[in-house]
């Protein structure tokens, strides 16, 4: 598990794909979420604007990503 560090209150799905490295783009991360293969908190997440928030998991790439 990789621990991210945000500098927010929250980060939206699409933007943190972006922050950690996961993607370059974000219309790459607009594509993979709304693909379903990107899981936060271990439920698959449709949602590109869905508020991430510290503590919270995300699920992409067979990398796991830990919100701190």
């Known amino acids: 598990m990789e621990e991210v560090k945000i ?3 929250f980060i939206k799905l699409d933007s943190f794909l972006k922050w950690c490295g996961a993607v370059s783009l974000g219309s790459e991360a607009k ?3 709304l693909n379903g293969e990107v899981k936060v908190n271990g439920e698959v997440s449709l949602q590109r604007g869905k508020k991430l928030f510290k503590g919270d998991t995300v699920e992409f790439n067979n990398h796991l990503y830990k919100i701190v």
């Open 7 to 9: 500098n927010t209150d």
């Open 31 to 33: 594509v993979f979420i």
